[in-house]
């Protein structure tokens, strides 16, 4: 069975500060998909990323970067110089490869509050 | 390029009633998946359907149903709606056929209270 784990539930940072975002996950695959999903409270997911198990590098776009970690069965995100419009709900989830990414199992998420 | 729409957004039914949920998915995409989303969790997996069938499902019981047509859209139906049913119910499209690469690409939801 697949499980995601994400041990923050909220979060609270000041504007410009950095903060990372934590994912541990759990398969029997050993081929897999890793995603994190952007939540705003008009209730669309918004697609950050998906990362292929094979794949350990680390991925830097704009201010959002990933570390995935095989070895710890971790895919954290972090956010550099946060931004007001970086609050929302962020969700780490995993797939197996064979559903080609169609089929989720997301973690309960961490609500990321930016205070101005 | 419209993306996944869902209707209707909000919706508000009584215990043991029927509810139906539409989706038409992204222009191109071929399958559709649909979630539910309980108040401050995460999305579960409800199933999939692709080629006008049911290709997998999650942990649902008989009561949730589903239909693709042959334009891609689907339906999601819910028969003797329970209390514990209000949640978001999200639509996602993805592209499967030729190999398609199956990214997700979700609506805003319906939001679904039960009372």
């Known amino acids: ?116 | 390029d419209a993306g996944v729409t869902q209707s209707p957004t909000h919706l508000i039914k009584t215990r043991g009633q029927q509810v139906t949920l539409r989706c038409s998915p992204k222009s191109g995409h071929d399958t559709v998946s649909w979630y539910q989303q309980a108040l401050g969790q995460g999305p579960q997996f409800i199933f999939q359907y692709y080629e006008e069938e049911e290709r997998q499902r999650g942990n649902f019981p008989d009561r949730f149903s589903g239909h693709q047509f042959p334009n891609y859209s689907s339906e999601l139906n819910v028969n003797a709606l329970l209390l514990g049913d209000s949640a978001l119910y999200l639509c996602a499209s993805s592209f499967l056929g030729r190999g398609g690469g199956g990214e997700l690409f979700f609506g805003e939801g319906s939001r679904l209270t039960v009372l």
């Open chain 1, 1 to 116: 069975a697949q499980k995601v784990t994400q041990a923050q539930t909220e979060i609270s940072v000041v504007e410009k500060e950095d903060v990372t975002l934590d994912c541990v996950y759990e398969t029997r695959d050993t081929t897999y998909y890793l995603f994190w999903y952007k939540q705003p409270p008009s209730g669309e997911l918004v697609f950050l990323i998906r990362r292929n198990s094979f794949d350990e590098q680390n991925e830097i776009s704009g201010r959002y970067s990933w570390n995935f970690q095989k070895s710890t069965s971790s895919f954290n995100f972090t956010i550099t110089a946060s931004q007001v419009v970086d609050s929302a709900v962020y969700f780490c989830a995993l797939s197996e490869a064979k559903t080609s990414g169609s089929r989720l199992t997301f973690g309960e998420g961490t609500q990321l509050t930016v205070n101005p």
